[in-house]
């Protein structure tokens, strides 16, 4: 089982280079969420996706899209990548009970220069 | 909305020793709670969660955490470090309405000395 998979693990850009971060999940959850982790300030909600179909802004989507594509893949695009966005991204699922955790995949490692 | 707090971002423990770590929320509707451990390098993994019923929830790895209402606190602890525990620890609270999300703490980083 494989859970949650993002490609790809490590990425340098350019400054002004785009890219999309790939992320599927086969647990059949709805809901889908794209994070990014920075030292000192934890895991910032870039976009999430509460069901197939439907995408909304987290704490810090400037610089970023996102794309449901079906329910069980949800794509983070940077179309003119910047310095700022250096940093660790995380893809993860949720089921839709309350009651339920996140699964989230192994991270991709992003280098902008 | 809801939030959580970690209190310090480092913490030191020697192998052997108790290990506590700090979570306070807020949250204005029933409280679903998680402890997530990230290993260097990895994802993050689930230690335990906090939903309805018994206050006093046990994980993985020996791991514990105990709902205080009244203190708004789900501190995690464990009896005995051990060197495997070094790792970044995060508190989450999920979200109130349809958004079902998980808000994160800052994180804390434990090391464990020999």
Redesign the interface.
Known sequence: NAGVTQTPKFQVLKTGQSMTLQCAQDMNHNSMYWYRQDPGMGLRLIYYSASEGTTDKGEVPNGYNVSRLNKREFSLRLESAAPSQTSVYFCASRGQLLNTEAFFGQGTRLTVV | AQSVT?LG?HVSVSEGALVLLRCNYSSSVPP?L?W?VQYP??????LL?Y??GATLVKGINGFEAEFKKSETSFHLTKPSAHMSDAAEY?C?V?SGG??????????TLLAVQP
Do not use: E, M, P
């Open positions: 970690q971002s679903y998680f997530y390098n990895q994802g993050l993994q689930l969660k939903t309805t995060f989450a999920r349809a958004t079902n999300k998980l808000i994160f703490g800052t994180g």
